[in-house]
């Protein structure tokens, strides 16, 4: 189950990129509405669309967080301050830094957000993460498999029993010596909900990449790979998307850096990988922990 991703040749200026079009779609009695009659099973084609954000200003709070989280204390008693400092602070402990892109992320589960963020943005990681275990309900049921399995071959993740992560991401553009911003790779789990407003963002969709940009008053989704291998062999397969960021350009003093967020929904650890097919027959493929080894093989062929 190692993983080959056919792409062409990646791209380097975003501006180049035709738009991608995004299906939009809202949650109603925890119900995904899509705004086309089609719009569901496009997006679940695509891999990818916008969710209506359900409280845009408890968003403001995540936007000013992963605006100003990498950036050094100024001790000047302002809110923004109060964002600041993380990366130096809990660095080699929920800080990384990569060292083939420019992306700086700070990473951590949902037992450790209370401790160390403010509490109108622990409020919004809580709220992605209940929607994007709606999402994940929704996609279940409209493969058509018996809720009473969902627990089973999610291992956890629909329960919120998975495990479970939330990323803010800083794409360092005085790292001009890096090809990328990130790399092009697809999420282990199965389901994203995503938070940028800024360019850079690229997915490959039939053999082309395309730019996704963020809207306001929505989050990205994009499904990850372990629903593309519960989904494959249904009559609605998932689409695992492929996506990564371009390599940013040195900002102007007076622009920010590229910042993202995003939730992650996972089996949990000690669970497995399921294979789902019409008629209701359900196939054990293999351990989580062997999954992610396979995650060290990874390929991309041009």
């Known amino acids: 189950m190692s993983n080959v991703i056919i792409s062409p040749e990646i791209p380097q200026d975003i501006n180049g990129l035709e738009e991608f079009k995004m299906q939009k779609a809202e949650v109603k009695d925890d119900k995904l509405v899509f705004k086309d009659a089609n719009g569901f099973g496009q997006a679940l084609s695509d891999g990818v669309f916008l969710i209506k954000i359900p409280d845009t200003d408890l968003a403001k709070h995540g936007d000013l967080f992963r605006n100003n989280f990498y950036l050094n204390k100024l001790n000047d008693n302002s809110i923004e301050d109060e964002y600041r400092g993380f990366k130096q602070l809990y660095l080699n402990r929920f800080a990384f830094l990569s060292k083939n892109t420019q992306v700086e992320y700070l990473s951590m589960p949902p037992q450790y957000w209370s401790q160390y963020y403010p509490q109108q943005v622990v409020k919004l990681l809580e709220q ?71 360019p850079g963002l690229m997915v490959l969709i039939n053999n082309q990449y395309y730019a996704v940009n963020g809207e306001e008053g929505y989050f990205v989704v994009n499904f990850g790979r372990n629903l593309e291998y519960l989904t494959n062999k249904s009559k609605t397969p998932v689409k695992g998307c492929v996506h990564g960021v371009i390599k940013m350009p040195k900002s102007n003093p007076d622009e920010p850096d590229r910042t993202s967020l995003a939730v992650f929904t996972n089996p949990k650890h000690d669970g497995g990988i399921y294979s789902y097919e019409e008629g209701g027959k359900i196939t054990f493929l293999r351990s989580i922990p062997d999954f992610y080894e396979t995650l060290k093989t990874d390929r991309i062929i041009k």
Do not use: P
């Not at 999402?135 to 089973?152: A, M, P, Q, T, Y």
């Not at 629909?158 to 092009?184: M, P, W």
């Open 128 to 198: 992605m993460l209940d929607l994007a275990i709606v999402v994940l309900k929704n996609v279940l049921r409209k493969v058509g498999i018996d809720e009473k399995h969902w627990d089973l071959v999610t291992s956890g993740a629909c329960s919120r029993n998975g495990f479970e992560t939330a990323t803010f991401n800083h794409y360092n553009s005085k790292r001009q010596d890096i090809k990328l911003g990130s790399s092009v790779h697809q999420d282990a789990g199965f389901c994203t909900i995503l938070r940028c407003t800024q």
